[in-house]
């Protein structure tokens, strides 16, 4: 089963850095991995200590190496799910093996997971983190399992493990906080659950405490530059994101609502979904605490992506689907019991998830998307060694960062994202790593005079380009269509 995931995955794995299946970060993902860099907050040090180690894989291409992280990270999450799904199951299920293997797969090759295993992101990694926590708490809890103490034990530390290393990953972890308390209420003493707590926090603060030493060796991109305990604490909290959570109106959620519903049956169709819906019962009504926590935390990472304000927050629903996958392997159980093990339905639900498989490989296989690597080095084939880019949209921007600093290492070429120049630590990186462009003397001013001052400055010594045309800039300065680039002009010219 792992080994049949991994295979789809890395046969469908994106060759370099890609913008499809919401990957535009993945152009500063790879790059900040590649430097020693620290990426967009909350900084990835997990995510990036294991980038930097796939670095120095034997293979072609580094963003390649890196997309090899997702790729293993996804395919364990489909192992972690199998061992959540025979944990759940009744013991007296038939075929409890067969069951969970079609379930788990059934998951792996679902269009929104299967999306996020071939591109260098942090979303598998944060998939295979929130299963491990769930298993390490139906472990720990005993719910169900039958098994010993040792086991408890067991569990016990693999859910402190991965709610340390998911604090040192992607926050949305603390969501696991409703299904430990309906786990462990009254079945682990306050003292065991403030012991591991700490252990996290202690895991996740030694992760988080190397950004710090990441931004003192100054490397090229380092978002926030966390020197300075507040650059740290706006990096680590992800405070440049905090005004998306919740940030709809109200007059949007309905078509958000809507929007789940359909993600939901093209993860797993109508069978699925209506597997899952009964299956859903049959946990609660033979292991309650075990089939409200998986319920309470789809119902968690749910709320939370219907009220995110931004155009990928359909990723966020990944854990929450994950906890859908479960409730149809209970499903599934219960028609194969009540089926009596008939070969022909047990080969009809065999059947679902290679249908998954096939109808959805020619939309997740990234292996000849070079699109967003094509852009870049057809910018750096198109301007001149020591030009000035101003790229807006990450797309652009992440794209020219990995060409910059991943293939052309030699390179004298500047990219300002315009975006970032209302941050001071933004204004005093690119001049520590400029020092020979004239910068504006005034600290002080805004994003938009800044700008207009550095390419003033610095027009007749450098060519300055634009990716896209910037109606704010046109009556500043002319520009001329060059390539897939927008050159500022010098008067007389």
């Known amino acids: ?294 319920g309470v935390t789809m119902a968690v990472y749910s709320v939370f992506a219907i009220g995110y304000r931004s155009f990928d927050s359909d990723v966020y629903l990944i854990p929450a689907f994950l906890c859908f996958a479960p409730a149809i392997a209970a499903g599934m159980a219960s028609v194969v019991q009540a089926a009596r093990g008939r070969a022909a339905f047990a080969l009809f639900l065999i059947l679902l998830p290679l249908a998954n498989l096939a109808l959805n490989f020619a939309a997740m296989d990234r292996s000849a998307d070079t699109q967003a690597r094509d852009y870049g080095r057809r910018v750096f084939d198109t301007i001149p060694e020591n030009a000035l880019v101003v790229a807006d949209g990450d797309e652009h921007i992440f794209a020219l960062w990995h060409s910059r600093y991943v293939e052309r290492t030699d390179s004298q070429v500047m990219i300002v994202a315009p975006g970032l120049l209302s941050y001071a630590w933004y204004r005093d990186q690119l001049r520590r790593h400029n020092p020979d462009w004239v910068w504006p003397a005034d600290s002080e001013l805004a994003w938009d005079q800044f700008l207009r001052a550095l390419v003033a400055r610095n027009l007749d010594r450098h060519a300055v380009f634009w990716t896209a045309p910037d109606p704010q800039f046109e009556r500043l300065f002319r520009f001329r269509a060059v390539d897939a680039l927008y050159q500022v002009v010098a008067a007389g010219e």
């Open 1 to 294: 089963m792992f080994a049949g995931a991994l295979g789809v995955f890395v046969r469908t794995l994106a060759p370099s850095i890609a913008w499809k299946n919401h990957a535009a970060d993945s152009g500063d993902l790879v790059a900040a991995a590649y430097t020693g860099g620290i990426p967009h907050p909350p900084g990835y040090p997990l995510y990036t200590a294991l980038a930097q180690l796939f670095v120095l894989l034997p293979v072609d291409g580094i963003a390649y190496r890196v997309n090899l992280l997702s790729a293993l990270a996804a395919a364990a999450t489909v192992l972690v799910l199998y061992a959540i799904i025979r944990l759940v199951l009744p013991a007296d299920s038939r075929y409890p093996r067969g069951v969970s293997v079609v379930a788990a797969l059934w998951f792996a090759f679902s269009p929104m997971f299967w999306s996020q295993a071939t591109v260098a992101e942090v979303y598998a990694l944060n998939a295979l983190l929130t299963a491990l926590g769930l298993l390490g708490l139906l472990l720990w809890s005993g719910e169900g399992t039958g098994l010993g103490e040792s086991w408890r034990t067991r569990g016990r530390w693999i859910f402190a493990a991965a709610l340390g290393l998911g604090l040192a990953h992607h926050l949305t972890i603390l969501f696991l906080v409703p299904a430990a308390g309906i786990l462990l209420w009254r079945r682990v003493s306050a003292r065991a659950i403030l012991a591991t707590a700490a252990f996290a926090l202690g895991l996740a603060g030694l992760l988080a405490f190397s950004l710090v030493l990441r931004a003192w060796r100054d490397p090229p991109i380092s978002w926030g530059d966390p020197k300075t305990l507040e650059n740290w604490w706006w990096l680590v909290s992800g405070q440049l994101y905090r005004g998306y959570a919740f940030g709809l109106g109200w007059a949007e959620y309905p078509a958000r609502v809507s929007a789940w519903a359909r993600l939901l049956f093209e993860q797993f169709n109508p069978v699925g979904v209506a597997l899952g819906l009964w299956g859903g019962l049959q946990l609660v009504q033979r292991s309650a605490r075990a089939g409200v926590a998986l």
